[in-house]
């Protein structure tokens, strides 16, 4: 049977991407670990290198906008309908799978965040975008982003986050699920096995309510590689996406602040 979360992907959300000026590729991090980062990335800024590494043109001078999926799917299905409004008003737009989805792995035990940080930021700087980038995050991706901002503030201009605190704490968690789903775990929220707990996931992270959606549309999506791939990576990354709350303090930024804004409407 025809999986149409697949369908979904190959024939509506990629081919929004490719409208919007975008080509993916793969960006291999030199850590040791074997390190790839899959990346959504502008066509006319893509020039290939001797070891068939795609690498990026050496001037940059449009506005880069970098963004970051949440913990429930990869960058194409998180974004598809906001790349070709960023590329129409001018902004390269970079997209990548955060390690442990879609096409991005690593040989390296590290399942933190500053370690997702530290790779898309190098994989970023492999692309020839060193300065003044804007990152958009949602949920799981703003978390990594505000450790980017902290880590790289020569690289990451400003941060937008959406559907997350710049911190992730054991009492954010709790109250969390008190007020979604009581009686359910942190990883059974995140990573559902049924239907139903799709359902949920789906309906704490959409404005739009989803009781309408078709059952068999939530068991593909179960059963497709974004959702089912990499489960135990996975589950040690929610561990250490929280941070104990004794532990928690507010991240330092050293960021310049210029006059500049995202611009979505005419």
């Given at each position: 049977?025809?999986?149409?979360?697949?369908?979904?992907?190959?024939?509506?959300?990629?081919?929004?991407?490719?409208?919007?000026?975008?080509?993916?590729?793969?960006?291999?991090v030199?850590?040791?670990?074997?390190?790839?980062?899959?990346?959504?990335?502008?066509?006319?800024?893509?020039?290939?290198?001797e070891?068939?590494?795609?690498?990026?043109?050496?001037?940059?001078?449009?506005?880069?906008?970098?963004?970051?999926?949440?913990?429930a799917?990869?960058?194409?299905?998180t974004?598809?309908?906001?790349?070709?409004?960023?590329?129409?008003?001018?902004?390269?737009?970079?997209?990548?799978?955060?390690?442990?989805?879609?096409?991005?792995?690593?040989a390296?035990?590290?399942r933190?965040?500053?370690?997702?940080?530290?790779?898309?930021?190098?994989a970023?700087?492999?692309?020839?975008?060193?300065?003044?980038?804007?990152?958009v995050g949602?949920?799981?991706?703003?978390?990594?982003?505000?450790?980017?901002?902290?880590?790289?503030?020569?690289l990451v201009?400003s941060?937008?986050?959406?559907?997350?605190?710049?911190?992730?704490?054991?009492?954010?968690?709790?109250?969390?699920?008190?007020?979604?789903?009581?009686?359910?775990?942190?990883?059974?929220?995140?990573?559902?096995?049924s239907?139903?707990?799709?359902?949920?996931?789906?309906a704490?992270?959409?404005?739009?309510?989803?009781?309408?959606?078709?059952?068999?549309?939530?068991?593909?999506?179960?059963?497709?590689?974004?959702?089912?791939?990499?489960?135990?990576?996975?589950?040690?990354?929610l561990?250490e996406?929280?941070?104990?709350d004794?532990?928690?303090?507010?991240?330092?930024?050293?960021?310049?602040h210029?006059?500049?804004s995202?611009?979505?409407h005419?």
């Open positions: 049977m025809v999986n149409t979360v697949k369908l979904l992907r190959k024939h509506l959300l990629a081919r929004l991407f490719k409208n919007a000026g975008l080509r993916q590729d793969a960006v291999a030199d850590d040791g670990a074997g390190t790839v980062i899959n990346f959504w990335l502008p066509k006319h800024k893509a020039t290939p290198s070891n068939g590494v795609q690498l990026m043109k050496p001037k940059q001078r449009r506005n880069a906008v970098v963004l970051l999926h949440g913990f799917a990869d960058g194409l299905m974004w598809a309908f906001q790349v070709g409004a960023l590329a129409e008003r001018g902004y390269d737009v970079y997209v990548p799978d955060l390690l442990h989805f879609g096409r991005s792995t690593t390296s035990a590290d933190t965040m500053a370690f997702q940080a530290r790779c898309v930021a190098a970023l700087r492999r692309l020839g975008v060193e300065e003044r980038c804007t990152v949602f949920s799981y991706g703003a978390l990594v982003a505000f450790k980017m901002a902290a880590a790289c503030p020569g201009r941060v937008v986050a959406t559907g997350s605190a710049h911190v992730f704490t054991g009492a954010v968690k709790d109250a969390l699920l008190w007020r979604l789903c009581p009686g359910t775990t942190f990883a059974e929220l995140m990573m559902p096995e239907a139903g707990g799709l359902r949920l996931l789906f704490t992270a959409l404005y739009m309510k989803l009781r309408w959606f078709p059952r068999r549309v939530l068991n593909d999506f179960l059963r497709h590689k974004v959702m089912s791939a990499n489960r135990q990576e996975r589950t040690e990354m561990e996406m929280v941070t104990r004794k532990q928690a303090s507010t991240p330092v930024f050293h960021q310049v210029k006059s500049h995202l611009q979505f005419k």
